[in-house]
């Protein structure tokens, strides 16, 4: 059978759109792109916080700190050519306490090795920058290239410039099942040379088919918001980060300031009860939930990544009382009253190594001669996008010739 498409890319996110932006700016046109939801942005990349990191917590030899700040700066440069909305905040970064304080100057020196532009400044400083937070021992860091962008309207962005290419993207298309070179979906059957998949939180799903990524298993994080009124968010000007557990994937319960003038808090980081269960008895996976609370019990009994504290200060996050406790010891002033639920709701695909029980850590790529599948693409994969998309192609072609 003639191939329909050199290439065929799995999911219409943000990795998706950009690794086919990267084909195309390479000379690759005939590239399908294939969505199974009937829009843009439904779950992980719509769904994103905004915030362009600079590249300061990830461990220097990764691929997050190899794309982190290149990333943050392409898309930057996108953002600005296309006439977005973008925030240039910058953040702080606070200790709540002496472990924490004692970690600033071994991130800041993370930072400064991954390319990430920062300083240690004092307290005097720190009021200055941001009058509402405060920092355990009198140091923080800031980091003033942080910035927030509009996720939706990068999305649409990155689809228009496809388009005008003549790219297609086909909208309510499911995966079935792949047999060698022909991809089976609910619209009928599509042939490829390379299938590159890029279904964030169903990638695993689809490369365990082929008989790929069996060294993981998948556990769904669901991330939930608080939102300061407004009161409260105009006095706040910029972002401001605790010292995040450097063992553990998450950066912890911080500020945001968004482009709507908002502020917002969070997100937790909850075990979900499926890849896309977004409220609570919505989209519930009965086969991923008893996978994943079963990989979950085994990193609880064994401590895996320290998992029993951070699912107890998690479930304290729960309530409002809870996420005014965790955020005081950096934002001193803030009280139950000033918070209310943010609608917006996230789910993280986060890897379990089956080994060992160990979380992930870092983007991974696995591949043979005719796919590629992008794993683990958390944050901060929006970020790192346009600069991972490089990566992401350069793998393909390791493994494959047109």
Not at 16 to 26: D, F, I, N, P, W
Not at 362 to 367: H, L, M, P, T, V
């Amino acid at each position: 059978m003639r191939p329909t498409a050199d290439f065929i890319i799995l999911g219409a996110g943000i990795i998706g759109l950009t690794v086919a932006r990267e084909l195309l700016l390479r000379g690759h046109k005939n590239i399908l792109i294939l969505e199974k939801e009937s829009s843009l942005g439904a779950h992980a990349s719509g769904r994103n916080s905004g915030v362009l990191h600079a590249g300061i917590y990830y461990a220097n030899d990764s691929m997050k700190a190899k794309h982190c700040n290149i990333g943050m700066n392409l898309m930057k440069d996108f953002v600005r050519r296309k006439n977005l909305p973008l925030l240039e905040t910058g953040k702080v970064i606070c200790a709540g306490n002496e472990v924490e304080a004692n970690q600033i100057i071994s991130l800041h020196e993370r930072a400064e090795i991954n390319g990430a532009l920062t300083k240690i400044i004092d307290s005097q400083e720190l009021s200055e920058l941001e009058p509402l937070a405060k920092s355990y021992g009198g140091k923080a860091i800031f980091s003033p290239a942080t910035a927030v962008v509009q996720p939706l309207s990068i999305l649409e962005a990155l689809k228009n410039e496809l388009f005008a290419n003549g790219i297609q993207i086909n909208f309510n298309s499911e995966i079935q099942r792949i047999k060698q070179n022909i991809l089976f979906t609910n619209r009928g059957k599509i042939s490829f040379s390379h299938l590159i998949n890029c279904c964030g939180t169903g990638a695993l799903k689809i490369a365990h088919s082929v008989g790929l990524g069996h060294s993981y298993r998948m556990l769904p994080f669901k991330g939930m918001y608080w939102v300061l009124d407004r009161n409260t968010s105009a006095r706040i000007s910029r972002a401001i980060y605790p010292v995040p557990n450097l063992k553990l994937p998450f950066l912890g319960v911080h500020v945001t300031k968004t482009l709507d003038g908002n502020a917002k808090l969070g997100p937790s980081a909850l075990p979900a009860f499926g890849p896309e269960n977004y409220s609570l008895f919505s989209n519930i996976s009965f086969c991923t939930s008893v996978g994943a609370f079963t990989t979950l019990g085994k990193m609880y009994l064994k401590n895996q990544n320290h998992i029993r504290e951070h699912i107890a200060s998690e479930i304290s996050k729960l309530t409002k009382e809870g996420i005014v406790k965790e955020l005081r010891t950096i934002l001193p002033t803030l009280q139950a009253k000033n918070i209310s639920k943010h609608p917006q709701v996230g789910i993280r695909p986060q890897l379990v190594r089956t080994k060992d029980l160990s979380l992930e850590m870092d983007f991974q790529i696995e591949s043979n001669q005719h796919q590629t599948h992008v794993l683990n693409s958390i944050s901060p994969a929006f970020t790192c996008s346009m600069s991972l998309a490089k990566s992401i192609v350069d793998h393909t072609f390791r493994n494959f010739t047109l």
